[in-house]
T-cell receptor, first 113, second 115 residues
Framework: GAGVSQSPRYKVAKRGQDVALRCDPI?????LFWYQQALGQGPEFLTY????????KSGLPSDRFFAERPEGSVSTLKIQRTQKEDSAVYLC???????????FGQGTRLTVV | AQKITQTQPGMFVQEKEAVTLDCTYD???????LFWYKQPSSGEMIFLIY??????QNATEGRYSLNFQKARKSANLVISASQLGDSAMYFC????????????FGTGTRLQVFP
């Protein structure tokens, strides 16, 4: 595709529900990143994939957060048993190499009520 | 720990004027990279400019330039000839050299350009 595509753009979940956020990176980009951006804050790193391998998941805030990229292209960020503090914008980025030339999607705004 | 500080929550500038957005960083590493991103209301992060710690000259990209002062650990973004479309959030970020794939962001500065 022309850019990084994320879906849905907006998601409202009841506390305790599971959610799945999708990221379609730019075709051919081997690196994929997930970031969490709370209201009024800068993005915080969650996890990084190189092709299908998850090389860094140090930013995932709890074991309720899980990310996968099974075929090295589309990635899904799953949040189980959502809590109010999970409310944020989740940004996905992809690049050919490292974060220097990373292209970001428009994000998914998650609101947990 | 590496850290980015942006002390200006908001800035106003008149169209066609220049504006400087401040960024200071903290790192004990000698090799690092500094970035500026723009985030319009649509939400995506748009890469603007990059400065490597060993680059001797300040980076420039069109109307954007980075005023890099290594001894002061500052990397201010200068936007010349501001346009109404420059109104957005601006984030300074540092590449984590201990984990070279990760970017560490500041809290951002909201720039508003008025006619």
């Amino acid at each position: 595709g022309a850019g990084v595509s994320q879906s849905p753009r907006y998601k409202v979940a009841k506390r305790g529900q599971d959610v799945a956020l999708r990221c379609d990176p730019i075709s051919g980009h081997v690196s994929l990143f997930w970031y969490q951006q709370a209201l009024g804050q800068g993005p915080e790193f969650l996890t990084y994939f190189q092709n299908e391998a998850q090389l860094d998941k140090s930013g995932l805030p709890s074991d309720r957060f899980f990310a996968e990229r099974p075929e090295g292209s589309v990635s899904t960020l799953k949040i189980q048993r959502t809590q109010k503090e999970d409310s944020a914008v989740y940004l996905c980025a992809s690049s050919l190499r490292g974060p220097t030339e990373a292209f970001f999607g428009q994000g998914t705004r998650l609101t947990v009520v | 720990a590496q850290k980015i500080t942006q002390t200006q929550p908001g800035m106003f500038v008149q169209e066609k004027e220049a504006v400087t957005l401040d960024c200071t960083y903290d790192t004990s590493d000698q090799s690092y990279g500094l970035f500026w991103y723009k985030q319009p209301s649509s939400g995506e992060m748009i890469f603007l400019i990059y400065q490597g710690s060993y680059d001797e000259q300040n980076a420039t990209e069109g109307r954007y330039s980075l005023n890099f002062q290594k001894a002061r650990k500052s990397a201010n973004l200068v936007i010349s000839a501001s346009q109404l479309g420059d109104s957005a959030m601006y984030f300074c970020a540092m590449r984590d050299t201990h984990n070279t794939d990760k970017l560490i962001f500041g809290t951002g500065t909201r720039l508003q350009v008025f006619p």
